[in-house]
């Protein structure tokens, strides 16, 4: 049976903003842009959750990602994407892996229940089935998408062009 509930968080359904919404119609100057006393601007956000999607979904696919031996290698080093394209081809990617998560969620039963090789000793201290891990992946984008749309708040460009909640 599919997984509805974690498609209905990754597109935006009850309290949850949707994913891919909340980096649309951002340039890579507003997605650069750093607030006092917030540690990463949005670009920093979508490259961190690019880095941890991509690697679950290896770990989904059976491949042996190595597990970063500091958390900084899952963010870039600087608070701003080189350039337009490199903005573009991050927020694209972020669909991309939000599309892959969607799809899995949506695979059989028997899909979601297989286990997921341990890369870390923290993974084999929690459930490691497919489908646990997908929850894990949503659950730690809805917190990243929490602080993206605080920032775009702030940023004065909340909601996105195509609408989310205002109060």
Request: one cysteine or more; a negative charge; proline letters at 7%.
């Amino acid at each position: 049976m599919p997984e509805r509930t974690l498609t209905e968080l990754l597109y935006g359904k009850g309290a949850h903003a949707n994913s891919i919404e909340c980096v649309e119609g951002l340039t890579a100057d507003l997605a650069s842009r750093q607030i006092a006393g917030f540690p990463h601007s949005i670009w920093q956000i979508v490259f961190h959750l690019n880095y941890w999607i991509d690697y679950d979904l290896r770990r989904i696919r059976g491949e042996h990602p190595a597990y970063p031996v500091h958390a900084d290698e899952s963010w870039p080093q600087s608070p701003a994407p080189a350039d337009e394209a490199e903005w573009g081809q991050a927020a694209a990617r972020f669909r991309a892996l939000i599309s892959d998560v969607a799809l899995l969620a949506n695979s059989a039963a028997e899909k979601l229940q297989q286990e997921v090789e341990a890369m870390h000793p923290a993974h084999g201290q929690q459930s490691s089935s497919v489908l646990a891990v997908l929850w894990q992946t949503v659950v730690h984008n809805s917190y990243h998408l929490g602080q993206i749309a605080l920032l775009r708040r702030t940023l004065g460009v909340w909601p996105p062009p195509s609408g989310g909640d205002t109060w």
